[in-house]
């Protein structure tokens, strides 16, 4: 990411009047969104480093025995999609197919890689989906990709990625904290066991990044399913990538949400909070009235 050029954006003739720096910073941000609001949420600490043959990418989409054959198989796809391999075009179906997949993983990499070709309008119709998945991962990654398709639709969940998320149980029981407050959590993170009346606990895991912020019930508490549990702060890859997507389709009456990031609150980036004040200008200008 050296170089707007090196996005793939055109090269422009040199000029001996150099533009504002401020003009300059949002002119390249600007051509960063647009090139490059792709999600990448997904399993970023799996590597799938081992070139697969065509023939090998063909059997792990459909080895339902191995789910992580299925991932590599799909971030192969998605590196030849970016490239402009339009051989892969033959494993679409197969790509739209596992939306209805068991393993949350695998639909994350789906939502993602189905994001890499915003020229197919099965894929566009698979993530309208998928924007409602179970999964908070699969629907943040569904609802990114569709912003490359120039579709709106996912921008509650978008706007979800940069507030606080709560937790619920999914069993009655009796509530045990696994974790202190300010503690950093990651997707799989155990966050609380439960005495459900078994020999085994049951375990209730993060679905996503963050920080516990919040109890919102006490140790022992006896809960019942749907219950709230604990409160996460926003993950700030997350709100990384919600914040550049609402470059692109953010409104008016989103500026309450982003607005107080740029001007300083909670415990955020440098760069997240530049990132917001760009948000905010481009959302001005859009929703300027028209002279």
């Given at each position: 990411?050296?170089?707007?050029?090196?996005?793939?954006?055109?090269?422009?003739?040199?000029?001996?009047?150099?533009?504002?720096?401020?003009?300059?910073?949002?002119?390249a941000?600007?051509?960063?969104?647009?090139?490059?609001?792709?999600?990448?949420?997904?399993?970023?600490?799996?590597?799938?480093?081992?070139?697969?043959?065509?023939?090998?990418?063909?059997?792990?989409?459909?080895?339902?025995?191995?789910?992580?054959?299925?991932?590599?198989?799909?971030?192969?796809?998605?590196?030849?999609?970016?490239?402009?391999?339009?051989?892969?075009?033959?494993?679409?179906?197969q790509?739209i197919?596992?939306?209805?997949?068991?393993?949350?993983?695998?639909?994350?990499?789906?939502?993602?890689?189905?994001?890499?070709d915003?020229?197919?309008?099965?894929?566009?119709?698979?993530?309208?989906?998928?924007?409602?998945?179970?999964?908070p991962?699969?629907?943040?990654?569904?609802?990114?990709?569709?912003?490359?398709f120039?579709?709106?639709?996912?921008?509650?969940?978008?706007?979800?990625?940069?507030?606080?998320?709560?937790?619920?149980?999914?069993?009655?029981?009796?509530?045990?904290?696994?974790?202190?407050?300010?503690?950093?959590?990651?997707?799989?993170?155990l966050?609380?066991?439960?005495?459900v009346?078994?020999?085994?606990?049951?375990?209730?895991?993060?679905?996503?990044?963050?920080?516990?912020?919040?109890?919102?019930?006490?140790?022992?508490?006896?809960?019942?399913?749907?219950?709230?549990?604990?409160?996460?702060?926003?993950?700030?890859?997350?709100?990384?990538?919600?914040?550049?997507?609402?470059?692109?389709?953010?409104?008016?009456e989103?500026?309450?949400?982003?607005?107080?990031?740029?001007n300083?609150?909670?415990?955020?980036s440098?760069?997240?909070?530049?990132?917001?004040?760009?948000?905010?200008?481009?959302?001005?200008?859009?929703?300027?009235?028209?002279?």
């Amino acid at each position: 990411m050296s170089s707007i050029n090196g996005l793939g954006g055109p090269e422009t003739a040199p000029s001996t009047r150099r533009p504002p720096r401020r003009q300059v910073t949002i002119l390249a941000a600007v051509t960063v969104v647009m090139f490059i609001v792709v999600p990448f949420l997904f399993w970023r600490g799996t590597w799938f480093g081992r070139r697969l043959t065509d023939q090998e990418v063909g059997q792990h989409l459909v080895n339902e025995k191995k789910p992580r054959e299925i991932q590599h198989a799909l971030s192969q796809i998605a590196d030849r999609m970016a490239r402009g391999d339009r051989t892969v075009t033959a494993w679409y179906p197969q790509i739209i197919n596992l939306v209805n997949h068991r393993v949350p993983e695998v639909r994350v990499n789906a939502a993602w890689t189905m994001g890499q070709d915003n020229s197919s309008p099965d894929f566009h119709a698979a993530l309208l989906r998928l924007v409602s998945d179970e999964d908070p991962m699969v629907r943040r990654n569904a609802a990114l990709s569709l912003v490359r398709f120039g579709d709106p639709s996912g921008k509650p969940e978008i706007l979800a990625m940069i507030r606080p998320y709560k937790v619920r149980t999914t069993v009655d029981g009796v509530l045990s904290y696994r974790l202190e407050l300010g503690d950093a959590v990651n997707p799989g993170t155990l966050l609380v066991r439960l005495d459900v009346g078994r020999e085994e606990p049951f375990e209730l895991r993060s679905p996503l990044p963050g920080d516990f912020e919040r109890k919102l019930a006490p140790e022992g508490a006896q809960l019942k399913a749907g219950d709230e549990v604990l409160e996460l702060s926003p993950g700030q890859d997350h709100v990384w990538e919600a914040l550049r997507a609402l470059y692109l389709i953010g409104e008016v009456e989103d500026l309450p949400e982003i607005g107080p990031i740029a001007n300083g609150a909670g415990d955020f980036s440098d760069r997240i909070r530049e990132q917001a004040r760009l948000t905010v200008e481009a959302i001005r200008k859009r929703g300027a009235p028209t002279p």
